[in-house]
């Protein structure tokens, strides 16, 4: 086997972390506000902040998974910037790393691994990991949920068919276009 084969699983997670680290000095693309998606989602936030859970006034409210996150940074961290962009870098690392997982699960590492580091450089995810969207968390979702059902496969545990379901439930609740990629995973 080739020398990828010899690299360990912390040295390809390392490598991923990095790219990404990379792409934030050279895009740190961050809150655009001005009425945009963004804007709308931290209005949410703010709601909640200052009032707890909001029933949604549109869709974007709806949005909850990702209003949660976002509140939860800024009560920790105080409305900024950062705060902002925190629950969707965390999101996008988490999509990252899940996609590598399925990858290698599927096709063996270190396929996995370079599957991730394709996606990192992509424009629309590498122009929005600190942007407050919902993509990397339905992505994040979807493919845990994916992994979770091949985990339930293999052992037919209770436990990874419940936590399938529950991933594959909040990546609706974060935007029903997630609804054909759970599909396709059911049908696999």
């Known amino acids: ?28 693309g961050t809150y655009i506000g001005g009425g945009m998606d963004d804007w709308r989602y931290l209005a949410s936030a703010r709601c909640w902040v200052d009032q707890g859970p909001c029933l949604p006034q549109n869709h974007w409210e709806g949005r909850w998974p990702l209003i949660a996150g976002m509140s939860g940074s800024i ?16 999101a996008s690392v988490v999509a ?22 394709l996606l990192a450089i992509t424009s629309p995810v590498a122009s929005q990991l600190l942007l407050p969207s919902v993509e990397a968390l339905e992505l994040a979702l979807v493919a845990g949920g994916f992994l979770l059902l091949l985990n339930w496969k293999d052992g037919r545990s209770r436990w990874s068919a419940a936590a399938a379901g529950l991933c594959f439930g909040l990546a609706l609740q974060v935007r029903e276009t997630a609804a054909p990629a759970i599909l396709l995973c059911l049908i696999y």
């Open 96 to 117: 990252m790393f899940m996609v590598a997982h399925v990858g290698n699960r599927l096709f063996g590492r270190p396929i996995g691994w370079w599957g991730a580091g």
């Open 75 to 90: 009560l920790l961290l105080g409305e900024s910037r950062l705060a902002l962009g925190l629950w969707p870098l965390i």
């Open 1 to 28: 086997m080739g020398s990828a084969s010899k690299v360990g699983e912390w040295q390809w997670a390392a490598a991923l972390l990095l790219l990404i680290a990379t792409i934030l000095l050279i895009n740190p």
